[in-house]
C-alpha cells in the first residue's frame, strides 16, 4: 500500500513538498514557541552547545513518544479512509497534554495547518470534514494529526512524516536558542546533524505504539513550562 | 534453588493484569520463588468511606488480602478532626519479584477521608519478574479525598507498573500525590536510578465515563539517560501530585501557588491545569524526599483550604 502510495507521486514532487512542510517558514507559527527554552536558556539549565543538544534531545524523544506517535496513527487512519479515528487521536493526544501552552502550541499550529491543508488538496473529504469540526469546536484540531492527514494527501511515506515531525520539533528549539542562548549557528547545525542520527532508533520504537501507549517523561520542562505559563517572559509564546 | 512440585494455590484477591504492556514484558519470567498470584503475593485492599447516620466519615468497608494491612481509622487530624485517616502498611516489607497489588477507595456522597502509608514504598531488586498496582479512586458527589503516601523507593533493577484510575463528580476533590526517589541514595556508594523501569500510568475520567486526562511515564534508566537536562537533570527525587477539583478551586489554587526553580538548595516546582478543566498538575524536582514532601504537603495544604477552609496540620516530628 505505501509503494503504491510513492509510486502515485512522482518523487521529486515528494521531495519538494517534504521540504516544504518541514521548513521552518512554513505557515504554522513554529517561529513563535520555543518548547520551554527560553525559560531553561533564563534558569542556567541550558547554556551552552552540549546542555542545548541534551534539552533538543529531550524533546525530541518527548516528542516521538506523543505527538510522533498520534501522527502515525492519524497517517494510517487516512490511510484506511476513517474519519472517527482522525477525531479520536486527537482527543486523545489533547488528554495527555498536561499543560495550556503545549495545548495552545498545538492545536493553534494544527488549525493553520488545516486551514493551509484544504487549499492545497482542496478536494479531501477528511480535511474539510476535519476544519469544519474544528471550526464548531468538534475536533481540538492539533498539529501531529494535521500533520498525518497532510503527508497522507500529499503521497508522503510514513517515514517521511516521523523524520518531518522530529525535524520540526528539534528545529524549533535549535531556531529560539540563535536568540536566546549562547551558541553559533555552526552549534545548532551540528546538534541538529546529531540528532537526526538518532530518528531511525526511535521510529523503530515508536513505530508499532497505540494511543494508550503515549508516554513521556520530563519533568524539568513541565516545570520551565509552568514558569513560562505564570511568568512573563514572552519573547516566545512557550 | 526453590522449585516447588506440590500444587499451587492462588489468592482469592482480584487479578491484576498488566500483559497490555509492551514495556515489562522482558519480564515475564516465573519467579523462581514464589510464584506470581501466590497467597500473600496478591494484595488487595477494598476501603470505603461515607457519612453515618450522624454525618460523621467513617470507614465503611474494609477488606483486605496479605501483605498489604489497614487496621482501622484513626481521627487524628488536629485540623479536620472529623476526618478519618488511614495508614496502609504491608506486612511483607518492600515490594518483592512477582507481587502484585490492587487498592480500590470509595468515598460516598459528601464523605472525607486522608490515606497515606506508614513508611516508604520499597521496591526491592528483581530477577525475574515485576511488580505491579492497579489503583481505583471512585468520589462521590462533594467528597473530599487526600491521598499523601510516604515515598517510593525502587532499588537496582526494580521494576514496577502502576496504574491509577480516578473517577471523580464534577463536584468532588481528589489529591493524589506520588513521590519517587531515584533509589537508595544513601545506599553503599549510592544507588541511584539503577532500577530496570518505572511504568506509571495515572488518568482521570467523570462517573459517565467522559475520559478527561492520561498522563503516563516510563523511566527506564539503563536506556536513556534521566540526567538529560529537561529530564530529571541533576535533580534525584520526583514528586507527582494530581488534583481534581471543580473549576472554582482550581483557579483559586492556580493562583496561590507559585511555581519558582531554587538553585541554591536544589528544588523545583511546577504548576500547570489539567486538560479539559479536570483539575491541576504539580511537580516537584529535588535532591532528598524530605523538602519534597514538605513542598507537597504546602501543596495539598493550599487544596484543603480552598476546599474545607483549614490547612494541613504540621507534619507528625517522626514522619
Redesign the interface.
Known amino acids: 500500500m505505501k509503494e503504491a502510495k510513492k509510486n502515485e507521486t512522482p518523487l521529486l514532487v515528494r521531495l519538494s513538498h517534504l521540504l516544504q512542510f518541514s521548513d521552518s517558514a512554513f505557515p504554522v507559527g513554529t517561529f513563535s514557541f520555543s518548547n520551554g527554552l527560553e525559560t531553561a536558556s533564563y534558569e542556567k539549565i541550558v547554556y551552552d552547545a552540549d546542555t542545548l543538544e541534551q534539552y533538543a534531545r529531550s524533546a525530541a524523544r518527548q516528542g516521538a513518544f506523543s505527538d510522533g506517535v498520534a501522527a502515525l496513527l492519524a497517517y494510517r487512519a487516512m490511510e484506511a479512509g476513517d474519519y472517527g479515528r482522525i477525531v479520536e487521536i486527537d482527543k486523545a493526544l489533547m488528554r495527555f497534554k498536561m499543560n495550556d501552552e503545549a495545548r495552545l502550541m498545538l492545536t493553534r499550529m494544527g488549525k493553520k495547518l488545516a486551514e493551509l491543508g484544504v487549499r492545497m488538496f482542496d478536494s479531501n473529504e477528511i480535511m474539510n470534514r476535519w476544519l469544519e469540526d474544528i471550526n464548531s469546536g468538534n475536533a481540538p484540531g492539533s498539529y501531529p494529526v494535521a500533520q498525518g492527514i497532510v503527508f497522507h494527501i500529499a503521497g508522503l511515506t510514513e517515514e517521511e512524516l516521523f523524520a518531518s515531525q522530529q525535524y520540526g520539533v528539534v528545529n524549533m528549539i535549535l531556531g529560539a536558542a540563535l536568540r536566546c542562548v549562547r551558541v553559533s549557528h555552526y552549534d545548532t547545525q551540528m546538534i541538529l546533524t546529531a540528532l537526526a542520527k538518532e530518528i531511525p532508533q526511535l521510529y523503530e520504537e515508536v513505530k508499532s505504539l497505540d494511543l494508550p501507549e503515549m508516554h513521556c517523561f520530563v519533568p524539568e520542562m513541565d516545570i520551565l513550562a509552568s514558569l513560562h505559563e505564570k511568568g512573563n517572559m514572552r519573547m516566545f509564546m512557550s | 534453588m526453590f522449585q516447588t512440585k506440590l500444587e499451587k494455590f492462588y489468592s482469592d484477591s482480584p487479578e491484576v493484569d498488566f500483559s497490555?504492556l509492551?514495556e515489562m514484558s522482558p519480564y515475564l519470567r516465573e519467579p523462581e520463588a514464589m510464584y506470581v498470584g501466590a497467597p500473600g503475593k496478591r494484595g488487595y485492599l477494598n476501603l470505603g468511606f461515607e457519612l453515618d447516620s450522624s454525618g460523621k466519615s467513617i470507614l465503611r468497608e474494609l477488606d483486605r488480602r496479605a501483605p498489604l494491612i489497614v487496621q482501622q481509622e484513626l481521627y487524628f487530624d488536629e485540623k479536620l478532626p472529623g476526618m478519618p485517616c488511614v495508614y496502609i502498611l504491608s506486612s511483607g516489607g518492600p515490594n518483592v519479584d512477582g507481587d502484585r497489588f490492587k487498592q480500590n477507595f470509595t468515598v460516598r456522597k459528601d464523605a472525607i477521608a486522608h490515606v497515606s502509608t506508614g513508611a516508604a514504598t520499597k521496591i526491592a531488586s528483581m530477577k525475574y519478574n515485576y511488580s505491579g498496582m492497579i489503583q481505583n479512586i471512585v468520589l462521590e458527589e462533594g467528597a473530599y479525598f487526600e491521598f499523601l503516601p510516604e515515598p517510593v523507593i525502587p532499588c537496582a533493577s526494580a521494576r514496577f507498573a502502576c496504574d491509577t484510575r480516578m473517577i471523580i463528580h464534577p463536584t468532588a476533590t481528589a489529591v493524589y500525590s506520588e513521590i519517587y526517589m531515584a533509589g537508595r541514595k544513601h545506599f553503599g556508594n549510592g544507588e541511584l536510578f539503577q532500577f530496570d523501569i518505572l511504568?506509571v500510568?495515572t488518568h482521570g475520567e467523570r462517573p459517565d465515563g467522559e475520559?478527561?486526562?492520561?498522563?503516563?511515564?516510563?523511566?527506564s534508566p539503563k536506556e536513556?539517560d534521566?540526567r538529560?537536562?529537561?529530564?530529571?537533570?541533576g535533580?534525584d527525587v520526583?514528586a507527582?501530585v494530581v488534583v481534581m477539583t471543580p473549576q472554582d478551586i482550581a483557579a483559586k489554587v492556580y493562583d496561590a501557588t507559585?511555581?519558582?526553580?531554587d538553585?541554591k538548595n536544589k528544588l523545583?516546582?511546577?504548576?500547570?491545569?489539567?486538560?479539559?478543566n479536570a483539575g491541576l498538575?504539580f511537580?516537584v524536582?529535588g535532591m532528598e524526599p524530605g523538602p519534597v514532601k514538605k513542598i507537597v504537603r504546602e501543596f495539598c495544604s493550599q487544596v484543603r483550604l480552598a476546599v474545607k477552609g483549614v490547612p494541613l496540620p504540621e507534619e507528625f516530628p517522626w514522619r
Do not use: D, W
Not at chain 2, 228 to 233: E, F, H, I, L, R
Not at chain 2, 258 to 261: A, C, L, S
Open positions: 497490555h509492551r511504568s500510568c475520559q478527561l486526562f492520561r498522563e503516563k511515564f516510563i523511566i536513556t534521566v538529560n537536562a529537561g529530564v530529571m537533570g535533580y520526583f507527582n507559585t511555581p519558582f526553580i538553585r523545583a516546582a511546577g504548576i500547570t491545569r489539567l486538560p479539559n498538575l511537580k524536582l
